[in-house]
């Protein structure tokens, strides 16, 4: 079993600047891959990114593909998101999510463990 916890949410003016972490724990943790998808009211929860634990190999979706980047420290146990050039559109509950390797996590029906969320509110 993954246990997920996000952390650095927050208020931001648009064009500013946020980095989101998720530390994960449990004995599968280094096998799962992990990702990040938010939700906005009244919104569907969406894809955000993803990466591979066996190097590194991420994923996006457009609307973020060149602002937000995710990493990953192993030592750390640490999956983090970066995301630059934040817009009024970017505003969600962010939540990390671990799932077993042989699925697609980009797809949200794949995801095995979530995180509690994490609020990103951009002002304009």
């Known amino acids: 079993q993954v246990q997920l916890v996000e952390s650095g949410g927050g208020l931001v003016q648009a064009g500013g600047s946020l980095r989101l972490s998720c530390e994960a724990s449990g004995r599968t943790f280094s096998s799962y891959r992990m990702a990040w998808f938010r939700q906005a009211p009244g919104k569907e929860r969406e894809f955000v990114a993803a990466i591979n634990r066996n190097g590194g190999s991420t994923y996006y979706a457009d609307s973020v593909k060149g602002r937000f980047t995710i990493s990953l420290d192993n030592a750390k146990n640490t999956v983090y998101l970066q995301m630059n050039s934040l817009k009024p559109e970017d505003t969600a509950v962010y939540y990390c999510?671990?799932?077993?390797?042989?699925?697609?996590?980009?797809?949200?029906?794949?995801?095995?463990?979530w995180g509690q969320g994490t609020q990103v509110t951009v002002s304009s």
């Open positions: 999510a671990a799932g077993p390797p042989m699925y697609d996590i980009k797809d949200k029906r794949n995801v095995g463990t």
